[in-house]
């Protein structure tokens, strides 16, 4: 797991800061999205999730907006703390089915 | 509350040899998946299943074998290993209602770390 992410996109913030996080998705037929969060040696873990149908969700400092027109998505993260550094993926569903299709990551840092 | 179990958790191959890669989920979940993620990519789907008996291919099966013989396990099989396979391998599950268009929080496993030498 520590060889996975050495090439990818990485966004500093200071701790206390806010962080966004933004994923570029490929389908515009997609109807469903999730934000996964990556630590080192670890699976990826369900952050939050939005349905086609809304453009923004708020969960504990947390918050997803889509934008259909531009197929962008983003995970704001409040008050970014040590706990956040990780590799953070979107992924989006195809719709009428299961299938997943996960962006490249971001690794976020946060600095102390 | 295990969730999704993974075995091996590393493991290192000669080109040419098999395995198997175990994946068990106690969720009662009719979904699952199996993916693979390199260095700086996201993770590429190789097979999923909606149920027992049920699988498909993802974006990247070549290489690769699955069976659903039971709603808890879905094994990822490799018959002749090849550098190329070199990889963490994720296995995960969800519910899923079969209408395609409900949400579907995927659970994922702690994944397989394996080389091919």
């Known amino acids: 797991g520590e060889s996975v992410g050495l090439h990818l996109p990485t966004l500093s913030v200071q701790e206390g800061d806010n962080s966004i996080i933004n994923c570029a998705y490929s389908n515009s037929a997609s109807d469903y999205f999730i934000w996964y969060k990556q630590e080192s040696g670890k699976g990826p873990q369900f952050i939050i999730d939005i349905r086609s149908n809304m453009d923004k969700r708020q969960g504990q400092r947390v918050t997803v907006l889509l934008n259909k027109t531009v197929k962008h998505l983003s995970l704001q993260i409040a008050a970014t703390q040590p706990g956040d550094s990780a590799v953070y993926f979107c992924a989006e569903k195809t719709s009428g089915t299961y299938k997943y299709i996960f962006g490249t990551g971001t690794r976020l840092k946060v600095l102390a | 509350n295990a969730g999704v179990t993974q075995t091996p958790k590393f493991r290192i191959l000669k080109i040419g040899q098999s395995m198997t890669l175990q994946c068990a989920q106690d969720m009662n979940h009719n979904y699952m998946y199996w993916y693979r993620q390199d260095p700086g990519m996201g993770l590429k789907l190789i097979y999923y299943?909606?149920?027992?008996?049920?699988?498909d291919k993802g974006e990247v099966p070549n290489g690769y074998n699955v069976s659903r013989s039971t709603t808890e396990d879905f094994p990822l099989r490799l018959e002749l290993a090849a550098p190329s396979q070199t990889s963490v391998y994720f296995c995960?599950?969800?519910?899923?209602?079969?209408?395609?268009?409900?949400?579907?929080?995927?659970?994922f496993g702690a994944g397989t770390r394996l080389s091919v030498l």
């Open positions: 299943s909606v149920g027992a008996g049920i699988t």
């Open positions: 995960a599950s969800s519910y899923g209602t079969g209408q395609g268009g409900a949400k579907n929080i995927q659970y």
